[in-house]
């Protein structure tokens, strides 16, 4: 997507200008993958017009590979975003109706090329959010290929099954849609209060529910998320846990002040969570740490994509929080 | 609508912002007219989001009359501008399939009560594009009851019947359409290549072409057009002529460079006509001139509208191009 | 009055370019209320030039009847704001002697045409301000004018005597001008400090000096007052009182931080509570806080005049402050 | 002064920033000569706020000697520009009423201090325009002042009596009060047209009129103009012509295409002969030359002022416009 | 190399700000060629620092592979650029000493990896610039293997011996280190003057001259430059001639005005003509006029590089220059 | 220094812009004294290119004395800035290798002449910091005999010991060449831990500390330092103290939230101290507590340099610190 922001502290009344930057939650958990030493591909569908060409430039700058995002009919996906500060929210228009992306289908992509390469490597994991199964039947459908080829081929899968009311305009609840594209997953994101309105699990505590998301779900192996404490637009305090059917880890609580950019945070957060997955010599503890320090990280950069190193983050994860200069 | 341009002469791959500005083409008429004094009433239909109450604030700020501005469902519609230099063209990509605008239908609007005020007072003038038919069966639908009420009530009424292929997805063709809008029209934009496309009217000069145009079309007076003589993006000569049924008459040759914004040339064209027109005392080439010296201008003035006052344009009409400081 | 401030942070010594805005603290009420949809005449004069001309378009585009302001000899009224942070406060030059405005006279302004509509409607509020009788003997006399009338027309007045020691330069002192302008409000904003220091009122608390106030000008019937707690440039917490001849009410402390924009607060105070006595159906404290609500978000956009709508400002108001993104 | 413009070819109602710079005729001339290596003081007075400090760190900048520029009452001096296009004309709208330097008087200046140093060094070169004596009575009595001494001292003298018809505001008209400052010049600046207008010179030549204004003033040794040819706003051809009493030398015509900034290139070309004249071993034509040189890349140059070497003058001067990129 | 410009046509005294670009006359070439689709390796080396990255992911956007692209010691090569405009030059103030790329030695890299890919398939092309060789011994002895492998496995070699006076500081002469690499080119950019001065070479005319090179540099197949004609900084006009040994071809002249950038248009050129000569269906004329074309294109694009399609070049070498909007 | 950085918390790979300021620890203390009104020259030396005309300039914009400023070869020093916020510390990038100002050796300066004027006056303090002898041993030759030349004079010296360990790349030691500097000074900058680490000092407190380096240095009057506490890149808390031989006086505590910019925090303490103490009728605390003003307030401002004025900064020193708008 295309993001579209008045400058600075700017009402979108106000401005004459505007600052853009592309992203998209699923594109921006490749972009940061792909600048830690990950090689990445991202799956979607940009329009095949100057817009579409400059989003597939976004991408292959940072590193994703692009060769199998396709072009085709439809628009490119847009945002406006109006940044908000201290007791003013945030406030997001979204103008994606009939993207490129929307306007694909249950056969547009050849899953098994995708998670396979030309050597017969597969592929290490398979990230999909809330947002694709919201955008159109075909988006969901294809989708649910990709997790079904995943399952077969043995690709781990994580699901962030955001949910956005102003989606899910096709004739679809996601209560419908999510459990069978949750059924493939390893990896979730949620809480008891998100598990309940989509699943409609009951549980008074984020690991009950857990538990119980993982006894329906049977694949599943962890189940995680980020607690954030919003005192402001300004400054939140941001902490995580995680389930892995035995006991909970969590983090740290970090202090975030001023908040240059929210968006994209969740993103960051599972993108250092799987990088830190991947990387098997950590414990989990540290896996979630670092999604959280790469979360924490996120909201002091302007755009949607975490633009930080490995070691920026490890920084941030052992705590040390003092921003001193570093020459 | 809304227009995103990248800054000075970049490409649309480079921007990382875009300049920002309100246009099309009936607005922009509006917008011209409105600011010389004559009292302009807008009649289209923005979303109810925060950039359908900033496309309202722009016309407001301009003195358009925006009470029978509709809000409703669907998008803004958007435009991606790059501006061309020298032999590098201008490019636009449009992005305004489902707008607000589209939805309009037949019944959407009280035409009786936009063209005649509490007070009884009929309105002078009304003004239509082929942009509008172009969108969908509703606005073209909307339009035609316009024509015919201010038909019925002795609106004058002008039509600028332009083609862009990329509109005209509904299902019908200009070719179906246009004519029963354009059997209303006092005054009509056009030249003999755009008649015989649109009308099959077969005509080797200009005057022949509008001489068989008002045959056909008895309501029409007037019909108009400038001759544009490109020699690059950033160079451009420009005149007109206007045959009223019985001679053709004409304006000297205008020449710009360096053009700084070619957009919405032709409608600030239209509006000094219109303007002109309405000011009885003056003659019909002084009325064209008043035309072709605002459309000179606004090759000047970055956005689509033209901002000037009628003593600068009378100064470029008066063949004053010198440019020389005024303090 | 125009509005030029070096952008972000920068000192004057720094700039190389000014971000500009139109203010002017009776002109900030009169934006915000008519943004809400009140009808509101802005009473005032520019001067008859191309600024002057930004001017009434700015007021237009915000929705202000503009066919009351003048234009006439005289400059616009500037100021320079170099904005503070931190420790370091923000600093304004003004250079508004001899303003279009200052040259109003007793005479200007047929105020009864103003307060009363071609329909016979009478005006549901007047408000003015100390910066008006600060600037010349005719602006005063002007505005003693209006009061006269309004107060024979039973049009409610507020009057908000803010003290600009760099003004009174034309012979006359605020104790001389201030009492006859105060006697024909029915709303004042101040506290014990001002009131001692314009009135020579005696008082130990505000309370008792509203109280003192009130029977000294038998027609007031609020007076109330924002509490300003100052921590930095960047972080103040703000409350408000009320008195109404019986009881004091008052709102919770609201807290600020980063400050965005501090000028203009006071007027979005003003605009809010006037609004909310404009609705009968609010209580007073209802009012008082929606006006402390309305400050509180202003001091999170640039510029001066507050942008927000009535939704937004009730969420502040029901304290929801944690600045949550909006989809 | 202080200048605002808006950015690029915006108009003044399409502004929100606007980019700012100092300029005036005399201290443009001053900022040349001394980064040409000449010791230059400047004469003036700046209000006593932080605007006053920024014009000084303009001059302190440019490497111009500030130790006489006085600092007082009264504002700074402004101007608005609005950069023209083509047949567009740049607009200015002055704003330099009750400005610091008009309140000087008679007596502000000590002018042999001035123009004599410490060691006893007499000044080389005085120069003065049309904008001082037409600010107020006081500036025209210390320009006189001025002028008197450096007679009285052997200091050359050249005059620019520019006129301008919105200044002259005091009660007396440049015919009164510019014969006495002119007879102090040793060097003129005018032509034909404005020596009728100014001093009621009849001739039908620049040479003849140059003749009878050295017949009237016999101090004067030099009368000297440019020529320009104004295609549009950004087309100009320019030469020069100056005449020694005995003979009209003159320069070749130089094409400027486009122009960057109008504005003081009459002050480049001043500095530039004035440059010249200093450096004994140039013809007068070769002055004159460097003079329209200097004058033509200042065309090309943002601002008031010519911010150029003498070799790259000197390049332009020898004829070379091709542009090459110097690396 | 890392490009820094003040904005628009400010003086580098002026700038309180830089546009950023990248740019390098290989890497030029190298990203025109890659956004055209051709699979391109780029090898040069960049700091191991954030402006290393920075310049990576501007290759990497372009769809260059950066596999070949080597981090180490050693600074950013940087240039400052002025833009003139008019008379007035652009200047550039080179800042390259000590630039990682300039620590390359004869063995840095391994060319048989870089010409022949996994599969065994040979590269198609190699080009190479006189700026490389001028820089170090290092980068100098580096190029003569690529050169000399390129000719050992058959892959064609372009050469570009651009002449720099201000490179060349580590003891070694153009004329020393040239002809060795130009042995081993099958295309060189030259013309009589240059060659003269290079190698020596004698010749009256640029195709006599060409004749000679060929006949003592036997691998030469073709010889080709642009002509340029100067009107000023802001108005070209651009051919180009090739001689294959047997005959010269030429193309029409293009007019440029204005000109947006001129940096990276020899670059584009010869960008272009290699794209032409690789694919075989073109004759040489139409190679020829494609690289003029390109050449062309790049004086409207800001930045070092060519951002156009084949089809936008195809246009302009087709004839088409009037610069209509595209819609 | 010219230093370049990404605007607002933008980070390298996202900058398409760089702002731009000169800056420098010796020149930042410069242009702090010169502002307040002291004579200062500052001893260094620029590229003879437009970068170092741009440095003169800024010296010379802020009062400083130029004409000991040497003009010769290699490159102007940059650094790269990248602004953290909250938990992101902010990143530089240094490029000063091969500066002009490395390449002075011992005789390059005439310290006589310096300190001496024409009129035998002798200069009152001379501040030197450790990045110059970290540079070349040329630069730390020519400080040495500064330093020795200052002592034979009788002018005081404050040293500021700064260790980079990016620097000293020339063969010596900070141990090695700090001794002989340190043992010139009067004032010396720093605490236990970096006296340990550059001296060999064994302290447990800053005091005991002090002690032994005037011990060892008898020239020594005064140590002192600033106390950083750093919360985040966006807020710290600081204070001061000095020890005088006989007794440590100390600051209070001040908060500075956000910070705009922390480079140049320390020069403007060592620039607001010897301010301080050249004002004799300062107490030592009054002068400590006007330097830790001075730094507070560095870290609001923009750039490398402290602008304001001494009144703005004894408000910050009296403990006013609630940053309310001056008007």
């Not at 799987?274 to 755009?303: C, D, M, N, R, W």
């Amino acid at each position: 997507m295309l993001r579209l922001s008045p400058p600075g502290q700017h009402r979108f009344s106000q401005a004459t200008t505007f600052d853009m930057a592309f992203g998209g939650t699923e594109a921006n958990v490749a972009v940061a993958l792909a600048q830690w030493g990950v090689d990445v591909h991202h799956i979607t569908s940009f329009p095949t017009n100057a817009l579409g060409d400059a989003a597939v430039a976004h991408l292959r700058k940072a590193g994703v590979d692009t060769r199998y995002v396709q072009r085709g009919a439809g628009r490119m996906g847009l945002y406006f975003l109006e940044h908000g500060a201290a007791s003013r929210a945030s406030q997001v228009v979204y103008d994606r109706a009939d993207s490129a992306f929307s306007r694909l289908t249950a056969d547009s992509v050849d899953w098994e090329t995708v998670f396979v390469d030309a050597d017969g490597v597969v592929a290490d994991w398979f990230h999909w959010t809330g947002i694709t199964p919201a955008i159109s039947a075909g988006t969901a459908a294809c989708l649910l290929k990709g997790i079904e080829t995943a399952n077969r081929l043995g690709v781990p899968v994580s699901g962030d099954p955001v949910y956005r009311s102003n989606l899910w305009q096709y004739g679809q609840t996601p209560q419908d849609v999510l459990p069978e594209l949750t059924a493939g997953c390893t990896l979730l994101l949620g809480n008891a209060g998100l598990f309940s309105y989509l699943y409609g699990i009951n549980a008074t505590t984020n690991e009950a529910a857990a538990q119980e998301m993982m006894t329906r779900f049977p694949r599943l192996r962890y189940v995680t998320d980020t607690v954030r404490e919003s005192v402001s637009a300004s400054h939140n305090r941001l902490s995580a846990w995680l389930y892995d059917g035995v006991e909970t880890v969590s983090t740290p609580l970090f202090d975030v002040q001023p908040i240059i950019d929210r968006i994209g945070t969740g993103d960051a957060f599972m993108a250092g969570l799987i990088y830190g997955l991947l990387h098997g010599e950590q414990s989990l503890t540290e896996a979630l740490t670092f999604g959280v320090a790469a979360s924490v990280l996120k909201h002091t950069i302007p755009g949607d994509v975490l633009l930080a190193t490995p070691s920026e983050i490890d920084d941030i994860a052992a705590g040390n929080l003092s921003g001193k200069i570093k020459r």
